[in-house]
């Protein structure tokens, strides 16, 4: 594990948070005030549950949980979550919960304050769900780096589902990459590269969910460059971090 530390380290990219703040990104923009609302309150007791579709479990989400009328609406066909889809779910989870004053817990079998779900039929974005549902497109074993797009769909879901938005609300900004934020669309490299949550993200999520000031955050971890093991080695640093609280 060290020797992995060691070798990324030297492939670290990170926009620093002066930059960030020189650049005047916005990821708390008016757009998102009733997934924040949403995710203050459920954070109230200082716990968050969160649920995913299984294959003994598969919630079907009213359609209230539709922000706006017209659109695609949500999927009455989610799929289970497959078990590398669970790791990268509760790890991310688990992250989340390291950097934040709020604790995450899985429950099984029922609704959590948030929930997942995959959907091959889902054409809907993140930020037009509210009710802590999140509708995700799977790629994993469908594409090549389908797994990275995984990571990186579900970590943009989750925030958007707490209240993080995109940059001053536009994803198309071409003045900002995934190096600033993982809430752009904008994508300076290919799905080769394993991408995490930026310091900028990282602290929307704290601005949202309060601060666990004992927690020691992770590395700004911007990309992993062994393609072919990408996945496991997002998982690793990220469960390393976590474990050295």
Request: with cysteine; hydrophobic share 35%; aromatic share 10%.
């Amino acid at each position: 594990m060290q020797d992995m530390h060691s070798h990324l380290g030297n492939h670290l990219q990170c926009a620093s948070v002066e930059d960030i703040n020189s650049r005047k990104m916005n990821l708390l923009h008016e757009s998102g005030e009733p997934q924040r609302s949403y995710a203050k309150n459920i954070a109230a007791d200082g716990v968050i549950t969160y649920s995913y579709s299984t294959e003994s479990f598969k919630w079907i989400e009213p359609s209230t949980s539709y922000r706006w009328t017209g659109g695609e609406g949500i999927t009455s066909n989610p799929i289970a979550a497959d078990t590398e889809q669970i790791s990268w779910i509760d790890t991310i989870f688990g992250f989340i919960d390291s950097i934040t004053g709020v604790r995450f817990q899985k429950v099984e079998n029922a609704r959590g304050e948030l929930h997942i779900n995959f959907a091959d039929d889902s054409n809907t974005i993140p930020s037009a769900l509210l009710n802590g549902y999140i509708e995700i497109n799977p790629w994993h074993d469908r594409y090549q780096y389908g797994g990275i797009q995984d990571i990186r769909s579900i970590q943009v879901a989750i925030a958007t589902a707490l209240g993080v938005t995109a940059p001053n609300g536009n994803p198309n900004n071409d003045v900002y990459t995934w190096s600033d934020t993982l809430m752009t669309y904008n994508n300076p490299t290919s799905f080769g590269a394993t991408f995490f949550y930026s310091q900028g993200d990282q602290d929307a999520l704290r601005s949202i969910l309060g601060s666990n000031n004992d927690a020691r955050t992770l590395v700004l971890l911007r990309l992993c460059i062994k393609p072919l093991d990408v996945s496991n080695c997002c998982l690793a640093l990220m469960e390393s971090a976590m474990s050295s609280r």
